[in-house]
């Protein structure tokens, strides 16, 4: 009887938790759909801004966006893979290696605006590449390592060293062995994480504010080595920052929209791409 209570609780709590964030999270959502519907448009969503911010569309922010996503893809899904191999699979489980770990894992709960002055420091002054889309996405690339690194190693954890063994077995060499076992087991995982990961840096504002953001740009943005623009700093500076707010404010819902949208769509990625990898080890 105690027992059977127990467990109805558990569930009534984790049920009553669930629905409570569920519930804000969409009266958020709801929110910022009816305000920001209206103005959307192929024409919001393919034309430049026009007549300082207060009309035309976010073209630009969106293909910024989206192309510094991919360079901090480029930056640092490569570097976080080969870290999380390394650690899981030839590290030895040492002083040491407990250090970076550690070291990895509070990496991750720095805030992102440290992130933006190291990169700063670093890339804008260090290495002279200036306010550039190649600052920012480096900056954001350090940003997405701890999770990609921690998303891998767990991923390369949930592997049964009986599956090593095995390969291990007929012939193959340690490299083999993950190369063409370890790492395929563990893809639906490691990608997962990534795109999560992106999708977490696609919405980011702090680190590429001191590295490479613009307000606006005219002409060619699709420069790296140039200032660029992004959906959440255009956001930002529609919401606080622009002259004319209550002119613009069905602008910045509909850039909210936007980029709520965008994130969205990573995260579905992310869904689909675990689920089509899980089912075909069945």
Partial sequence: MMKGLNKFFEWFVLIFCTGTVL???GVIILDIIIKGWPAISWEFISQTPTKAMTS???FPAIFGTILLTLLTALFCIPFGVSCAIYLNEYAEETNLTRIIRASIRNLSGIPSI???LFGLALFVQGLNLGTSMVSAGLTLGLLSL???ITTTEEALRRIPNSTREAALGV???QFESIKDVV???A???ILTGVVLTLSRAAGETAPILFTGVAFFITGNSGQLNQEFMALPYHLYMLSTQHQAIE???PLAYGTALILIVVVFLLSLTAFYIRYKYSKNDR
Avoid: D, E, K, M
Wanted: charged fraction near 5%; hydrophobic fraction near 40%; proline fraction near 12%.
């Fill in 247 to 249: 002119q613009v404010r």
């Fill in 146 to 148: 701890p999770y990609i």
């Fill in 23 to 25: 519930l804000f999270l």
């Fill in 171 to 173: 012939g193959a060499t």
């Fill in 114 to 116: 440290i992130y933006g």
């Fill in 56 to 58: 035309g569309g976010i």
């Fill in 187 to 189: 893809l639906p995982g």
């Fill in 183 to 185: 790492l395929p087991s």
